[in-house]
Each structure stands twice: as C-alpha cells, then as structure tokens.
C-alpha cells in the first residue's frame, strides 16, 4: 500500500522529525522546509544513490559541483533572462497576484467558493509576464540599482556543468559519449508553490547532461528513459504509481526535440486518474543548442544568437571522423525533494497489530532508511545491559548506521522505528548477558530471532544488502 | 612537505580537475570557484568524514539541513541585520572601495606600490557600515522596494539550527548535553574575497551546536578544542601546521565568553611565522545568547531584547533539577573549503624519479581521496585486457570508488594518479591472462607487488583501512 495522500506525509514527517516546516517560530515563509535529522539521512542516500549508479558504476560520467551564483551572462546566454517566466495577473478587487495558467487552481479570497478570476467581484488586469529567477547583487555597489552587480541564484544546475563543458573535457580527457552529473540547490521565485516539499522556491536537483553524436541522441534518450524508471523502482517505488508522459510539439521548450516526464502518484486521492500524476523527473533532448548558445560567436542556420561575450568555443572534435561539432546533450534532471516525498508515499504501509491497533510502518528500502538498526536496552535501570548495548551500537557502526535508544519502553521504541522506517531493532536483555545473545527484530513482518553477539554484525550486513 | 604556497595548488587544482574558476568562459566573478570531478568526491569524503565523526560515531549529536532562505525576522534577533557588517570607504580620487580595517592588504590603483588609503592622491570618505548579506525578495511583488517581501541568503547554517531547537529537541526527545550538526552552503557579500577558495562569497559550512548547561560549558568547549585538532589530524593535517588562536577580550563577538580558532598554515611563503597562519575553523562559547534571543519575549537581565515576533518559548526544562532555563551553546564552526584548501596543501609532496625529475604525490588519506584504485590495462589495443581490466574495476567498485583508465601509456598514467592521490594502482598486463594475477602499486613509494585477482579486494580494503 502507500499513503492515501501527502498530508499523511506531512504528519508523519513533522511528528517524527523528517521534515519541519523553515522558519516556524516566525510564522514560516511560504512554503519552505527543512530537513530534520531523518530527513537529512534520507536525503543523503537518495543522493548518494543516485550518484553511485551514475557515477560509480558507470565508467562514462564526471561529476561536478559548480556555483549557485554564476555570471549574469550565463542567464543571458542560456536564454533564462527573456524566458523563464510565469504570466503573471492582478485582482484590482482582492489585490490577489496569480498564475494566469493556473487560476483554476486558486480559491478568489473575496468568494471563497470560485475559483480566481471567476468570481463576481474578480476584476484581473492583463498578464504581464514574471521572471522567476531570485535576483541579487554581488559586491559592495554604490547603489542597489547598480545593473552591473546584478546576479541571480542559479534556477537550475544544469548550466553550470554546460559552462564547465570544456574544462571536464581537458581535465578528464574523455571522448564522446560522456556524462556530467550533478547535485545541488537550485531556486525558482514560484508564484505558487505548495503541496509540501512538492514544489518549493528553494530545491535541490539532481541532474545529468549526456553528451554525445546527434546521431546518437534518440538512442542514448530511450536508454535514460527507461533506466531512470528502474533506478526509481530500485529505490522502493512501484512500477504502479509511475508513469511516462511524452511531452507535445506545443510543450517542449525552445531547445527540446523531445521530453519524457516520469510522472509518479502523488494525488491518489483525486478522482481522476490522470489528476493522480505529477511530474517526479524529466528527460530531454536538448539537442545541441546548450553548448552553441554558450560558445564565442557561434552562428545557427539563421546566422543568429551570436555571442561575443564567451572567451571559448565548446565545439568537439572528433578524432576518428576529423570532425568538429556541437555534441547533442541529453538531460535526466530529477529532484531531490520529490524523490523524498515519492519515496516516503510509496513505502507509507498501516497494518494492525494483535490488539486491533493500527500502527505505521515505513518499509524503505534498506539502502535509503535513515537509521539501518536500532540498539535498544530492554532494561534502562540495569547498568550492564545499557553498557553492553552502547557496546554493540559502537561495534556495528563503522559497517552500518546504528543507534542507540533507551528513550522508552521497548513497545514505544518498536512502534518508533517501525514508522521511521529502521529495517532491525536489536534488544539486550537480562539473558543477554548469560547466552551473548540478543533479538533481532524484523521491522515489516515483526518475527524475532535470537542471534548470538559475535555473529550479529554478519546476519545484519547480509539481511540488510 | 606541504605546498610552499596557495599557487602551487591553484595549478594542480586547474590543471587536473579540483577546482575551476566559476563562469569562466565569461570572465569569471570574483573570486568564484566550481568543484570539479575529483574536488567534488574530495569535498563529500571532508564532509562525511566530519558527518561520521559527530553524528554516526557518537550518540548525543542530531543532523539538520535548514533552508538556505528563511524568514527575515531570524537575522533580525540573530543580530545579523544590525550587526554584521565591515567598514567601507570609498575614494575620491580612485574611485575604489575598499574595507577600512583592511586597507594595508590592498594596493591603491594609482599609486601602485603604496597601500589604498596612503597614496598621495587617495581622498578617502568616511567609514560607512556594509552588512555582509545577500538581499533577495521573495515571491510576485509589486515593486522591488517592497521591504515585506525581502529576504537573505544566510551568512551562516548556526541560526538554522537555533530556530529548529524545539523541533529536534520533541521529535527527538534528547536531554542536555546534546548537539545539532548541519553541513550547507551559506554567502557572504565580502568586499575584498580572494586567495583562492580560503575567502570567497559562496562558501560551505560544516556547523555544530552543541547545548549544555551553564556550568558544563567551559568543560565541553575545551573538549571541542581538543577534539577537533584531533579530527584535523586525522584526515592528514599535519599538527605543526595547526595552531591555536585564543581571541582576546576586544575581538569576541558580543555573544561570546570565549571563542579560540584553530588556524593553519595557508602562507607558509611569509617571512613573518604569525603571518603564516590563518583562521581553519573557530570553537566559540556562545553562552545562552542564541536560544534566547529567537524566544517569545524573554527578557534579560536589563529587562532588554524583546522578542514579540516568535511564538515559541525555547528554554528547556530540566526534570532532574526541576528548572527551566536557557541552554549554553559550544559551537565547533569550519568550513568545507577552507579544509579542502588545507588538505590538499598538506598533502602536497614532490618527489624525484630515477631520471632525476621531479614528480608530484599527493599523499591524501585514503579516506579523503577521489578514488582509492585506477585499474590501468598495460595495452590498450588488447581487447582481452581492456576487458578483464573493465571487469576487474566492475567487482572493485562496490567496495571501493574504483576507476577504469585508459587514457594514457602506463607512465602518464601513473604520474596522473600521483598527482590527484589515488592510493594504488592496478596495472592489467599480458600475463594477467595466464596467471590470473595483477600489479598492484603503491602511490607514495612507488612499489610493485603481485597479487592474485581472486584476492585483490581483500588485499585492497586492508591497505586501505
């Protein structure tokens, strides 16, 4: 099963301390959250997961940490400064500010019932449109309308690896097909964020730009199509609750020959199946128009989009061909915040235990659980027990992460870990230390086992991979 | 032997994929770095290491990663809006701007070989206060003037981790002493950044807060001291490139009862010993000052610093003492790049070849480096031996952040693995194919042995650990 829908999420991640809502004992900001300490764990091994598959395992990826603050021309150049914007409406009735393409979405504040723009009273000027890039200045400016500090904070990481083409090439001396992968914050000043860590003004992405022969480009596509979508079941989501979309002629940004969103089920309480979709990742084909648009002086068909501010030219030459191009790039772009929220909604599972109680568990994969074992003292009073618990948390370690816990009762400490999602509990008891023996604790089918001490680090590692 | 100077690591770290300058291909931005493929694998190993160290290892410390952008009103009771800035003064005749208190570092424009402010010509102003933040506005307003809608990047990830106190402290259910570890980036407006990635305006964090009662402070600060000179060992800093900086009664920030800084030889190229030193990380006493200070209108002991804007009350109530009060703060405070800085320098050495070149080792820690063993085929046109090296680096890989490389003859190929510190390289030869065994070498004494494929993991992880 998984969760009937994201507000069971957000309970759970507050009550257990997944995720708090930013700013709290000042009334919040909009829709922003932070990241307690499961949360943080979690998020660190998606990442981590998502990094050793492509970057690890593969031998054709680089990766790369680049700058949230870039030169402004990288926003002129990428095309961010003229495009990336929302259409933008006033209400001169409710001084509301929306989304002109999502006013559906919006309740009118003066008539609770209708949506925005629909009401009686609704009086919306034209659109106008918002550019939804976070705006700054760098350095110590006479004036704040001084336009030569202005800066942005980066709406995306995929240009920093596009302006770092060169120097990966050089150092790395990779040829064609090759990868650069990256993590990192990204901030988009949304008009309308909201749904939880759905969609946030500040996020973190993970992205991969491929780049490769055109020829190459629909192949190499397909394949990250479809090995994004066993990368996302390996980490624990159902093949149910994804689902490809291909994006239309008319939706594909400017650069795009083709875009496939894997959408997964964020919404399963609506209706409308199509409604129970949202996007999880997209995966385009950029074509070649990124490391072009970035390139001194480059000259489309059109002998347009000349840049004479770049100092370099990001063509490739390819040695066996004697040839020199702009490669195709293909983009897996992914977030972090909704990979989370996926991961959390899939593995949300109730089940009641003998006395008809309901009780929560969340069965991550082992791989993202934030804690992998759980060390509790059966008998807090009793000091051997307690030493020899902290001891066996201190030896299982350095091979997994372990806790120790004797803040509770052994029902309420299971109960804790079951809806933290902690694959073992281990309980020390009074026998423990006559057989050095302890119980190992099955976090979905509650069974127990006596393992013996010096053999509990190898059945854990063995279960646990 | 560590670097003779912060140069000497700004080539290795352009030339061989550390660092990069940031937006380069458009001239850069000031004092702006990106992590390349191997500073990205050096800067998580930091970062996790760090992590393992507090947060895994012992039990008292909870992990945190709070918003880059939070409500305004934290950096007004934090003090940051009032407090945190530098003295500016322009001048008249050069029109430059530069930090009074740093004057003698910097040179006057016209007058080349004279300190800006102490040339014939230069005209300063008077000194005005520059606050260090990033301003922003966040979501659609009206005007960019509208002050309800500014925000700030944070100049520190400390008052994310104050504000979510009580979050952590209930979903947690810790009693004092405990700690709240959070690594993220933060930015600060410097006027004058520089020396490459030891002061920039985007920089990483890698913060502790640690709460105690009043009367254990003093203990558990200079156990911190301690603790971290320790952990600096450890990842490969040598000691007598460490030293203690107590700040004096004049140079404590107003919260602070004592901070000390542990520094690190970043010029060892100046004359002057003291010269040679500069700030790694500080350890300051904070007293109850934060925790206080975000409360809903706690008042000290001048019946001062109101605080009507928060709605909580984060003082913490003792069950053994039966009394509340406001917990201590011990934080342990450095910075990911400064660390990276100091790593690679004290692991730079030069070595001599048997022709008499010299060669460049980086001796990094197995545990830091970006990868712990390149698996080299002896010849590249061989398909038997590309392909038993690919498979030999496929089984390595779990175990270890392995890499394939054929790139090069077997020379280069070494020199290459030298210089970015990979500890062993496995060199795949004709022989291999009869004898089922490989070469293994080892970076900082060049020796060769022979092992046995089917043992090769095992022997690896050992030498490695």
Chains 1, 2 share one sequence.
Not at 302 to 309: T, W
Request: some cysteine; hydrophobic content about 35%.
């Amino acid at each position: 099963m998984t969760a009937p829908n994201i507000e069971t999420i957000v309970s759970l991640a507050k009550r257990r301390g997944f995720v708090f809502p930013a700013s709290e004992i000042y009334g919040g900001l909009g829709s922003s959250w932070d990241y307690g300490s499961l949360g943080v764990e979690l998020a660190n091994n998606i990442k981590q997961s998502w990094w050793r598959w492509l970057v690890y395992e593969r031998d054709d990826i680089e990766g790369l940490d680049s700058s949230i603050i870039q030169n402004r021309l990288v926003w002129k150049y990428s095309g961010h400064e003229t495009t990336f914007s929302d259409p933008l409406v006033d209400c001169r009735a409710c001084k509301g500010r929306f989304r002109q393409d999502k006013l559906h979405d919006v309740k009118c504040p003066n008539e609770p019932s209708a949506c925005a723009g629909s009401g009686k009273e609704c009086d919306l000027t034209e659109a106008r449109e918002f550019n939804l890039m976070f705006k700054t200045t760098v350095g110590a400016i006479a004036s704040e309308d001084d336009e030569s500090a202005l800066a942005y904070l980066r709406p995306e990481t995929a240009q920093g690896i596009f302006i770092n083409f060169a120097n990966v090439l050089n150092t790395s001396r990779r040829k064609l097909p090759f990868g650069i992968a990256q993590i990192g914050k990204a901030f988009r000043n949304e008009v309308t964020p909201g749904n939880f860590i759905f969609r946030t003004r500040e996020f973190e992405q993970m992205e991969m730009e491929y780049f490769c022969q055109a020829e190459d480009a629909p192949r190499i596509h397909q394949e990250f199509i479809d090995g994004f979508q066993r990368w996302f079941q390996s980490i624990g989501i159902s093949a149910a609750n994804l689902k490809l979309y291909e994006q239309s002629k008319e939706e594909l940004a400017h650069y795009s020959e083709r875009t496939v969103d894997i959408l997964y089920r964020f919404f399963p309480e609506r209706a409308d199946e199509n409604a129970q979709f949202d996007e999880l990742m997209g995966i385009a084909n950029r074509t070649d128009f990124d490391l072009k648009t970035h390139s001194k002086k480059p000259e489309d068909a059109e002998g347009k989009r000349l840049n004479s501010d770049s100092t370099e030219d990001l063509s490739y030459f390819d040695e066996a061909k004697k040839e020199r191009f702009y490669p195709y790039v293909i983009e897996p772009s992914a977030g972090v915040n909704r990979t989370i929220l996926a991961v959390l909604m899939d593995a949300y599972t109730e089940k009641t235990n003998n006395k008809g109680e309901t009780r929560v568990i969340l069965k991550l994969k082992p791989e993202l659980a934030p804690i992998k074992v759980a060390v509790l003292p059966l008998a807090k009073n009793k000091p051997e027990i307690v030493a020899l618990a902290k001891q066996i948390k201190k030896d299982l370690q350095p091979a997994m992460r372990a806790v120790y816990d004797d803040t509770g009762g052994i029902g309420k400490l299971y109960a804790r870990q079951d809806e933290i999602g902690t694959p073992f509990c281990v309980t020390i008891d009074h026998e423990s230390l006559e057989d050095d023996a302890v119980t190992v604790r099955d976090r979905d089918t509650w069974e127990q086992e006596r393992v013996k001490i010096s053999e509990l680090k190898g059945y854990l590692q063995k279960r646990l991979s």
